[in-house]
């Protein structure tokens, strides 16, 4: 369970990093 909380991890930390460059895209 440890490779998948680590891959989960990684996902959310893709997710805002997404997130942040869509934000700073706009502004």
Excluded at 2 to 24: G, N, Q
């Amino acid at each position: 369970t440890a490779v998948l909380s680590s891959e989960l991890l990684l996902i959310d930390v893709t997710d805002y990093w997404v997130m942040k460059v869509e934000l700073e895209r706009w502004v």
